[in-house]
């Protein structure tokens, strides 16, 4: 799973994710009204030869980068503009920007009927 920087300003929600050597188009992100969450999913190609035949030139003694299919959720609170929401890719760092509304007023009293 891609490392992830959450962080919010007075105007807006932010959601940083470090996606070294993929492009927007092997990104994918979803939104569920039901629920409220935020998906972000996708898979970063292998580079690495698995074949065990001898004409492999590289031999690899570590293997630190991750590679594979990944998916991460956010839960994405009331106050969020979910018709505001924009993501761009920038080199291999996906930002996610969440504009902040004003939380629906709930009336704190009410009249009840007599029957």
């Known amino acids: 799973s ?4 959450l962080s919010e300003d007075e105007k807006n929600y932010y959601i940083h994710a470090d996606l070294p050597g993929m492009n927007k188009d092997q ?3 979803e939104f569920s009204d039901d629920d409220r969450v ?3 999913s ?3 190609e ?10 492999t030139e590289n031999k690899y003694s570590r293997i630190e980068c991750s590679y594979g299919k990944f998916l991460r959720s956010f839960s994405i609170p009331e106050n969020a ?3 505001n929401i924009q993501a761009k890719m920038n ?4 930002e996610v920007t969440i504009s902040k509304i004003e939380p629906p ?6 009249t009840i009927q007599i029957q």
Request: glycine share 6%.
């Open 46 to 55: 292998t580079i690495i030869d698995n074949s065990n035949d001898d004409k």
């Open 42 to 44: 996708g898979e970063r």
């Open 81 to 83: 503009d979910i018709n």
């Open 27 to 29: 990104v994918k992100m």
């Open 91 to 94: 080199n291999g760092v996906l």
């Open 105 to 110: 007023k709930q009336e704190t009293k009410h």
């Open 38 to 40: 935020l998906t972000i």
């Open 2 to 5: 891609p490392k992830i920087n």
